[in-house]
């Protein structure tokens, strides 16, 4: 698995020996509607002889959570669990995982959902409500942790890893990372010119990785989708959704954003930085390895990269888009309460949170990062708290698909942007409520 250095610092210089691992992968959420087929199978793990329960989670991260559940077979050998891999991508773990309930099946006793899952899965009724449980893990996990295990202010599941986003810059061209959108731009732009390469880079596709570019943006304007209790939307409200559509549109129509970022994905973005040919990246931090020239990469920016949290329009903190997984209780689950022990256990237990750390996941449970030797983990776990957790509301998948089949071709100039943005509130009062 790649790693990420973590360094003394709140921007982290890439180079040398790396201090702890940090896989991060964001999992898109625009999957098929439920009901139909996977297209690929899963498999058990084969960890107990006589399981009394079964958890079903993504199989991108095997070797993660088959450590977590033998430590969980370890510390209850009469009480043992059976890991249940689906396949690694999200739309066909959530589809293995409605079929099961909709089917009625009731193979899977815990759930691994993607944060943004909660709200749907809650309103179709196929996992139990845990609020008894929300004094448990208030005030000790990820607050956007916690937001993302919720639906309607009662909590439906519980946090088990997280996921963060960051701005990667040249530090032969920029000497210290911009607080502002503004700043970034205006740096980015003289670098640029004057390197005659690319300003800036990131997830421009019409997809997943665009929403969330764009979202992050809008939350660092003071935007929010929804009010506390996610009963209204509030995406108009204020001038934040007109703020990061304009600086979107502005950044492709001045060449702000590098040739053909409107079809970029991660590891696209992340190619043309580690070519040396952008001043500014925004991207997950699995790419500090590949760009520090390790596991057998030539890069041209070893040693001239760092990573520092993304900015806003005001320059106060910081926002990211918040990933990751939380555990929930099947509705049809025979073993309740041992399945409530066991995503209670994952979420606060301080050695089940160490695994996740020690293989590359970054834990939800805030003593992981206040207890770090590594200052940096500490800035880490600071970051994640700022985060904002896309709306775990029943419709998400469908809001997604609106925000980009509007505000993808209004930032190109090929839709007018009031009727997107209106197009995307409309979505967005939709997705409160289940088709």
Excluded: K
Aim: glycine share 8%; charged share 20%.
């Amino acid at each position: 698995m790649p790693e990420l250095s973590w360094h003394r610092r709140h921007s982290w210089r890439a180079g040398g020996a790396a201090a702890a691992a940090l896989a991060l992968t964001l999992a898109s959420a625009c999957g098929e509607p439920p009901g139909e087929e996977p297209e690929a199978e899963g498999e058990s793990a084969g960890l107990a002889e006589d399981p009394q329960f079964v958890w079903a989670v993504t199989g991108a991260d095997r070797q993660i959570h088959e450590d977590v559940a033998r430590l969980w077979n370890e510390n209850n050998p009469d009480q043992e669990v059976e890991v249940f891999f689906l396949a690694p991508t999200a739309d066909e773990q959530r589809q293995a995982m409605f079929q099961d309930l909709q089917s009625q099946a009731g193979e899977f006793d815990v759930l691994g959902l993607d944060v943004i899952w909660t709200g749907e899965f809650a309103d179709f009724g196929y996992i139990e409500s845990l609020e008894d449980l929300r004094p448990e893990v208030e005030g000790v996990s990820l607050e956007g942790a916690v937001d993302s295990s919720q639906w309607q202010q009662e909590l439906y599941a519980l946090p088990y890893s997280s996921n963060g986003a960051f701005l990667y810059y040249r530090t032969d061209l920029i000497d210290e990372p911009p607080t502002t959108w503004d700043e970034l731009y205006e740096t980015g732009m003289a670098a640029a010119e004057e390197e005659g390469i690319s300003a800036y880079v990131g997830q421009g596709d019409q997809y997943e990785g665009f929403v969330v570019n764009y979202l992050e943006m809008f939350w660092s304007a003071g935007g929010e989708l929804f009010d506390d209790a996610q009963q209204n939307s509030t995406f108009l409200e204020g001038d934040a959704a007109q703020t990061a559509l304009d600086f979107m549109t502005q950044g492709q129509e001045s060449g702000f954003f590098a040739e053909g970022f409107d079809s970029m994905v991660e590891d696209d973005a992340r190619a043309l930085f580690q070519a040396g040919e952008a001043v500014y990246m925004r991207n997950w931090p699995y790419a500090v390895p590949l760009l520090e020239g390790e596991e057998g990469e030539d890069s041209e920016v070893a040693g001239d990269f760092a990573v520092a949290p993304l900015p806003t329009f005001t320059g106060e903190g910081t926002t990211s888009a918040l990933g990751g997984l939380n555990n929930a209780v099947s509705t049809l689950s025979e073993n309740q309460d041992l399945a409530r022990e066991f995503v209670l256990w994952a979420a606060t237990d301080p050695e089940a949170q160490a695994v996740l750390a020690s293989h590359s996941l970054p834990p939800t449970m805030l003593s992981a990062y206040d207890d770090a030797d590594d200052p940096n983990l500490e800035l880490l776990g600071e970051i994640l708290a700022d985060a904002h957790a896309r709306p775990p509301v029943p419709g998400y998948n469908s809001l997604s698909l609106v925000i980009q089949d509007n505000l993808h071709p209004a930032f190109l100039g090929q839709q007018d942007a009031d009727s997107a943005l209106e197009a995307v509130d409309n979505a967005a009062g939709d997705a409160l409520e289940q088709d």
